[in-house]
């Protein structure tokens, strides 16, 4: 989650908590690949040599890259964890079966060095690298890939976060320690992107409760990936070292910090003052903020498109699988004309320009266009233009006419007030708010803003009207697709949901099933955006814009550092661990004449990828165009 994405999970978007959904987000890929890779180069992808720059004697020796982010962590529980700040730090303290190559995201190895499916596309079979240890010196094997998957099969709390990405596997078993198979219930496009942290059986086959185990206890914590986590304290940070011992190779700083700001203005200080290395925003900068550090000594600024989109969700009458309702939206916003009515009053361009200030892209369809595969764009018929007197004229034709006060009132007679839930730590939604004020008012409408820290408890009760949302989204889309399914929905109001916005369409249902199943890249292309088009009629996710990851960091302590994808992205919340692993000291001399110049590494340098054994299907193809997730 990424979540996204800020919830990543896969992932997920960056600063805001959203329920993990159950359903599939699996990368659509297929075919056998196995990387060779040029020993000794230090390219993304290659194992490089020990650092000598490498501390070893003592804390004074070592090197320490300190990120501030503006989100805490919910879990340290690879099976808990939904924030966008904790399934990064699982990225890095624990292998996916799969990665992404941070050039241009097409899937490569992880822990799993090659990848084959059945003829009938029943039965994948992953052979894992056995040169992966765990951080505590037992072998990382087959064995605890399958205990992962079985666990999240059988166990609904370590079903929590990732469930999704099981729910159509009939068994998982490891003959030998380095072959894994994964037999399905029915064929499914998206199996060489599991985005599932593989945890140590050894350690965790001895949690009796995965739905309250948050593995915040015991330090250092047991893990295969770049990092270790090492250190942790509530609201405040996060520490890992450097897992010397990679089968990648060790990353460059010995140290990682991540440090909790509340005040964004706060960490860019820090950041000026050199008390962290690096700021990633709420989830980015603000345009002033950006500005204010362009142009400083020792500071560069990363601007570039995001991989994520900026909504309001309606409240669509929030319910559970069992039909009982919840919450307390208003009813009048059950009406897709009073929906469709609402979004043709917010004038997207002015959002653009006065808001972001040019660092985004006006909305249309849910799939950012850093995905040109995937992206969408409503008809000219089809398009809810900035248009306030059809607006007008749309309300008055769904019932809500206005009183002698020219206020629009319900069916109880009441003057409609629409309470819009917030994020208190981003100052985006706060502006809009205020626009949303205007521009309804002049509808007759009015909005109470109800910005908070915590927005996830009155979301999942479904206690709001309208709301703020956004979501990181992966290369491939199918978990932000999925969070809209009827099968998200909370069991019953008493239960979490994986839902993000209580919606239940019977066509989206239908449509994503289908996407899901489908092989071809471009007919499963064709279908996303039919369920795109879908969610844009229904009106109850309203995309107003996709804003850059603008982001900034110190010179003098990170020489380079990769961003994804190469040519143009972001650093924070990639959708693998390539920017921390990669970051090279400003000190230790390994960085090129061209990285340190702007401080950021823009291409791969010289390595060997080789690509071998293709199966007999593609069903993911090489992007062409900067896009991204995790």
Known sequence: MDTNDQYDGHHRAPGRVRPVSRRFRLVAAAGAAALALSAGLAT???????????????????????????????????????????????????????????????????????????????????????????????????????????????????????????????????????????????????????????????????????????????????????FVLTDYKPDSYVRLKANKDFWRGAPKFDELVFRYYKDQDAAVSALRKGEVSFVAGSPSLTPAQAASLKGERNIHVNDAPGRRFYALATNPGARAKNGETMGDGHPSLLDQRVRNALFKAVDRKAIIDKVFQGHAVEGAGYIPPRFSQYFWKPSPGQELTYDPEEAARMLDRAGLKKNADGRRVGEDGKPITYRVLCHATDPNDKAIGQYLQEWWGELGIGVTLNCLDNVTDPWLAGEYDLAFDGWSVNPDPDFVLSIHTCAALPATPEETGATDNFICDKRYDDLYARQLAEYDPDRRAALVKQMESRLYDLGYMNVMAYPNAVEAYRTDRIASITTMPAKAGNIYGQDGYWSWWSAVPADSGDSSDDSSSNGVVVGIVAGMIVLAGVGAFLAMRRRATADERE
Do not use: C
């Open 44 to 226: 993304p992808l290659s194992p490089v040599p020990t650092q000598a720059h490498a501390a070893d004697g003592g804390d004074d020796d070592k090197t320490v890259l300190t990120v501030a982010v503006a989100q805490s962590v919910d879990s340290l529980s690879p099976f808990l964890a939904v924030r966008l700040l904790s399934t990064s730090i699982h990225r890095l303290t624990y292998e996916y079966l799969t990665n992404y190559d941070p050039e241009d995201n097409h899937v490569v190895p992880g822990l799993a060095t090659s990848w084959k499916s059945s003829p009938d596309k029943l039965t994948w079979t992953y052979t894992i690298r056995s040169d992966s240890t765990w951080s505590d010196g037992e072998q990382a094997t087959a064995e605890d890939a399958a205990w992962t998957f079985n666990t999240m099969m059988t166990d609904a709390g370590a079903a929590t976060a990732n469930g999704s990405f099981v729910g159509n596997f009939d068994e998982v078993t490891a003959p030998d320690p380095t072959t894994l198979v994964v037999k399905l219930k029915k064929p499914q496009a998206t199996m060489t992107a599991l985005d599932v942290p593989i945890v140590p059986k050894h350690v965790w086959e001895k949690v009796d409760d995965f739905s309250k185990f948050n593995n915040d206890k015991d330090f250092p914590v047991v893990g295969n990936g770049p």
